[in-house]
């Protein structure tokens, strides 16, 4: 009975600890992406939020792409990369969605790259290093929401990509703050996720 309530007050113990852990990863990851750390780059790169059935942007993707539409007019980089591929039962790939949104915009077409092969963040920063390598380009600026900043620069920077990075509540406004609450902690277990999986 002695060693039933040791072992249950360290399965208590280590839940607590997970919890804080989890707690603080999500406010940290959070004040993280509050702050623009823009700089001039090769490239902005857009990360890839999803696509409507009719093929545009979902509404996250619309709002990194009018931010690094800023960003491109502010003279940030000479080029764009769109990131994302397809979504289960939508006819368009996120890349190319967010392509064509650009070029409504008035983007000229030798400053559109896109990719339409990745399923998710560390996707995204392969084959983008891949078109950048192949170009002979470092700088990529990062473009997304917030909370997945933190991460995906992680993930860039894997690759010995040079990165900064801008949210683009700074050009679109705030998310709700259900999705920001429910995406922080979501982020904070990806990330702890990730750099398990290099360990192993």
Same mark, same amino acid.
């Given at each position: ?19 804080? $852990? ?6 940290f990851?959070? @004040?993280?992406?509050?702050? #623009?750390?823009?700089a001039?780059?090769?490239? %902005?790169? %857009?990360?890839?939020a999803? $696509? !409507?059935? #009719?093929?545009?942007?979902? +509404?996250?993707?619309?709002?990194? %792409? ?17 990131t ?10 996120e ?11 008035g ?8 990719? *339409?092969?990745? !399923?998710? $963040?560390?996707?995204?920063?392969? +084959?983008? +290093? ?13 473009? *997304?929401?917030? +909370? ?16 900064? *990075? @801008?949210?683009?509540?700074? *050009? @679109? ?5 259900? @999705?920001?609450? !429910?995406?922080?902690?979501?982020? $904070?277990?990806?990330? %702890?996720?990730?750099q ?5």
């Amino acid at each position: 009975m002695r060693k039933r309530g040791i072992l249950k007050s360290l399965l208590l113990l280590m839940s607590g600890a997970a919890l804080l $852990t989890l707690l603080i990863g999500a406010i940290f990851i959070h @004040s993280y992406g509050q702050v #623009d750390r823009a700089a001039p780059a090769d490239a %902005i790169v %857009i990360l890839g939020a999803g $696509t !409507r059935h #009719d093929g545009t942007p979902s +509404y996250s993707y619309a709002r990194r %792409i009018r931010h690094a539409l800023a960003l491109y007019a502010q003279g940030y980089a000479p080029r764009l990369i769109c990131t994302g591929g397809y979504t289960q039962r939508h006819p368009v790939s996120e890349g190319e969605a967010c392509a064509e949104m650009l070029r409504a915009h008035g983007v000229p077409e030798r400053a559109i790259l896109y990719e *339409s092969r990745s !399923r998710n $963040t560390e996707e995204n920063a392969l +084959y983008t +290093y891949q078109i950048m390598a192949a170009n002979g380009w470092q700088r990529a600026l990062l473009v *997304s929401d917030g +909370y997945h900043l933190f991460r995906a620069e992680a993930m860039f920077r894997a690759h010995g990509l040079t990165v900064s *990075s @801008s949210p683009a509540q700074l *050009s @679109s406004g705030a998310l709700p703050w259900q @999705s920001v609450i !429910r995406n922080m902690f979501r982020e $904070t277990a990806a990330f %702890i996720w990730w750099q398990v999986r290099r360990l192993i």
